[in-house]
């Protein structure tokens, strides 16, 4: 124990021991890189809502083993991550098996509903996020594209570079 009176203590743990972890957070997203915390792919959003949950584990660890079981977790989530992203661009068929395709929703002004459907996104989320692009006419649009962190982006104005596409799947 830090104090003698219980409440004391239980605060005392949490402030120290929540620093530690994010400060052991820092060092080892600084070893592995700022893409640690990256929503590129469905995994790197896993891992980055893993590792917040982890903390807060490790903040309110009531053992020292139970903080270094997660503040290692922590480390090989990262490691695992990292080791992940290194074979995905060394390996096509590593990233195949683990990476989802983009898949494009609209196109030229069309909504593409065998995409919507197959992906379950509603017409009236896509028609919400054609507003947070500002598209004025469904004209405007030359791609809507279901990324596969789950975000959905809008290409809009007069002309559109196909390479932004590659690697979209068309689902018709």
Same mark, same amino acid.
């Given at each position: 124990? @830090? +104090?003698?009176?219980?409440?004391? &203590?239980?605060? *005392?743990? *949490?402030?120290?021991? %929540?620093?530690?972890?994010?400060?052991?957070?820092?060092?080892?997203?600084?070893?592995? /890189?700022?893409?640690? @915390? $990256?929503?590129?792919?469905? @995994? &790197? +959003?896993?891992?980055?809502?893993?590792?917040?949950?982890?903390?807060?584990?490790? %903040?309110?660890? #009531?053992?020292?083993? &139970? +903080?270094?079981?997660? #503040?290692?977790?922590?480390? $090989?989530?990262?490691?695992?991550?990292?080791?992940?992203?290194?074979?995905?661009?060394? $390996?096509?068929? +590593?990233?195949?098996?683990?990476?989802?395709?983009?898949?494009?929703?609209?196109?030229?002004?069309?909504?593409?509903?065998?995409?919507?459907? *197959?992906?379950?996104?509603?017409?009236? &989320?896509?028609? !919400?996020?054609?507003?947070? !692009?500002?598209?004025?006419? @469904? $004209?405007?649009?030359?791609?809507?594209?279901?990324?596969?962190? /789950?975000?959905?982006?809008?290409?809009?104005?007069?002309?559109?570079?196909?390479?932004?596409?590659?690697?979209?799947?068309?689902?018709?």
């Amino acid at each position: 124990m @830090f +104090f003698s009176i219980e409440s004391l &203590d239980t605060i *005392a743990r *949490a402030i120290i021991l %929540s620093a530690v972890a994010v400060c052991w957070v820092i060092f080892v997203v600084r070893i592995i /890189g700022l893409r640690a @915390f $990256s929503k590129m792919t469905a @995994f &790197d +959003f896993v891992v980055t809502v893993a590792i917040g949950s982890l903390l807060a584990g490790a %903040s309110q660890a #009531t053992s020292w083993s &139970d +903080f270094v079981q997660a #503040t290692a977790a922590v480390a $090989s989530l990262l490691g695992v991550q990292y080791v992940s992203a290194r074979l995905r661009r060394a $390996s096509d068929t +590593f990233e195949t098996l683990v990476q989802n395709k983009p898949v494009l929703l609209m196109e030229d002004g069309r909504i593409l509903h065998a995409a919507l459907t *197959a992906t379950r996104v509603a017409e009236d &989320d896509l028609i !919400a996020k054609l507003r947070e !692009a500002n598209v004025l006419d @469904f $004209s405007q649009v030359r791609a809507v594209v279901l990324e596969t962190t /789950g975000n959905i982006s809008v290409l809009h104005g007069a002309k559109l570079q196909q390479r932004l596409l590659d690697g979209v799947c068309r689902i018709e």
